[in-house]
């Protein structure tokens, strides 16, 4: 587990885009693992500027987003459908049949269809670089607290915690979304690598317990400690509540130093 602590959100959106394009560019058929949040907007933001001024291309690229709301439309401004649209694919040259996002309007029959989006997943080759958010209760995608660490992708009901967080932004309670469909925790860890990014202090106590906490399904980001490719790319407000920052800056001189490929 890398932890990279940087001064600040530019900072941790910049360091997250120069993995990102490495692995592009290392791998134009890359399969990229995309979140949706306020966190990767930067991320998104430099990306689109490197495409625009280095042309990184994004032609043979595939991406699987990780969650969508139930019952939101694509057409709707707080799904994750649209916010992809606006501040990703209609910046960049990933072709539109190789972008997925679980359909939040589908009705019924949930576990075939959440089914065929991993198959999706397995037969594109896998995932082989996931961007994560994190939530304030420590939950990735829409895997709330107590979602099994096996879980699969699947419809997921919505924390009290995360309906509150949303509840600010719809502007009719009657549409504040009460379920997800998410890429299940299991799911998660099969990508080949997890970059987990993360900025502000409202974040810190998710972050110190995914990190330093006992893996545990109260904290779904703490199942990544199980993964043997993971970077969190933090900022210092979210790094606020980590004992062992010392540490973490030890463990990058030395990966800097020794195997810097890990750092590509
Ligand atoms: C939602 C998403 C997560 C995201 C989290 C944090 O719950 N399902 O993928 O990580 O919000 O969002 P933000 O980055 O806006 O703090």
């Known amino acids: 587990?890398?932890?990279?602590?940087?001064?600040?959100?530019?900072?941790?959106?910049?360091?997250?885009?120069?993995?990102?394009?490495?692995?592009?560019?290392?791998?134009?058929?890359?399969?990229?693992?995309?979140?949706?949040?306020?966190?990767?907007?930067?991320?998104?933001?430099?990306l689109a500027a490197l495409h625009?001024?280095?042309?990184?291309?994004?032609?043979?690229?595939t991406s699987f987003n990780l969650d969508e709301y139930l019952g939101l439309a694509p057409s709707h401004p707080q799904s994750f459908h649209?916010?992809?649209?606006?501040?990703?694919?209609?910046?960049?040259?990933?072709?539109?049949?190789?972008?997925?996002?679980?359909?939040?309007?589908?009705?019924?029959?949930?576990?075939?269809?959440c089914a065929r989006y991993e198959q999706a997943i397995k037969s594109a080759g896998g995932?082989?670089?996931?961007?994560?958010?994190?939530?304030?209760?420590?939950?990735?995608?829409?895997n709330e607290p107590t979602s099994s660490l096996?879980?699969?992708?699947?419809?997921?009901?919505?924390?009290?915690?995360?309906?509150?967080?949303?509840?600010?932004?719809?502007?009719?309670?009657?549409?504040?979304?009460?379920?997800?469909?998410?890429?299940?925790?299991?799911?998660?860890?099969?990508?080949?690598?997890v970059l987990l990014l993360a900025a502000g202090r409202s974040k810190a106590a998710a972050v110190a317990k995914a990190i330093e906490g006992p893996i545990t399904s109260s904290v779904s980001a703490s199942a990544l400690q199980m993964h043997p490719d993971v970077t969190f790319l933090?900022?210092?407000?979210?790094a606020y509540s980590l004992t062992q920052r010392d540490y973490y800056r030890h463990v990058l001189e030395m990966t800097r130093l020794l195997t810097p490929e890990r750092l590509s």
């Not at 885009?17 to 949706?36: D, Q």
């Not at 933090?234 to 979210?238: G, K, L, P, S």
């Open 1 to 46: 587990m890398l932890v990279v602590l940087k001064k600040d959100y530019d900072e941790v959106s910049r360091e997250a885009a120069r993995i990102v394009a490495g692995a592009v560019r290392s791998k134009p058929s890359v399969v990229l693992g995309l979140a949706t949040g306020s966190t990767p907007l930067g991320l998104y933001r430099e």
């Open 52 to 61: 625009r001024a280095e042309a990184l291309d994004f032609s043979q690229a």
């Open 82 to 113: 649209h916010f992809m649209e606006q501040n990703f694919f209609s910046q960049v040259n990933l072709p539109r049949h190789r972008r997925h996002i679980p359909d939040g309007t589908i009705q019924g029959d949930y576990d075939a269809y």
């Open 127 to 142: 995932i082989d670089l996931q961007i994560l958010g994190i939530g304030r209760n420590g939950h990735i995608g829409f």
């Open 150 to 193: 096996a879980s699969r992708t699947r419809l997921k009901a919505l924390s009290r915690e995360t309906i509150e967080d949303n509840r600010q932004v719809f502007a009719d309670e009657g549409e504040v979304p009460r379920c997800a469909i998410t890429m299940g925790i299991g799911t998660i860890l099969e990508s080949r690598r």
């Open 234 to 238: 933090i900022d210092e407000e979210a």
